[in-house]
């Protein structure tokens, strides 16, 4: 069975620290371009984050520096792990993989940043 499975979502103060996983299985892990959505209350989904298969990442511009995005082919796992955390980065996180025309999702985790 083909899936992603997210993990590692929480409650976490403003200035704190998370790392969030995507476990995959029943694919090819290292074919797959691997990123990081988020959605917000109210907004619509955005890009955190793009890895692709020879381990190139691109951010979006509100990361600036604090999140970075890492894989795991052997475990067939990609991570993101976010410091310097904001109230405006709580929102749910999706993983996202991506190897043309096949585009899969996970179920998302969420992350609140409140004091």
């Known amino acids: 069975q083909v899936q992603l499975v997210e993990s590692g979502g929480g409650l976490v103060q403003p200035g704190g620290s998370l790392r969030l996983s995507c476990a995959a299985s029943g694919l090819t892990f290292s074919s797959y371009v691997m990123s990081w959505y988020r959605q917000a209350p109210g907004k619509e989904r955005e890009l955190v984050g793009v890895?692709?298969?020879?381990?190139?990442?691109i951010y979006a511009s509100f990361v600036k520096g604090r999140f970075t995005i890492s894989k795991d082919n052997i475990k067939k796992t990609v991570y993101l792990q976010m410091n310097s955390l904001k109230p405006e980065d709580t929102a749910v996180y999706y993983c996202n993989a991506r190897n043309s025309p096949l585009n899969l999702w996970g179920k998302g985790t969420l992350v609140t940043v409140s004091s």
């Open positions: 890895t692709s298969t020879d381990g190139n990442t």
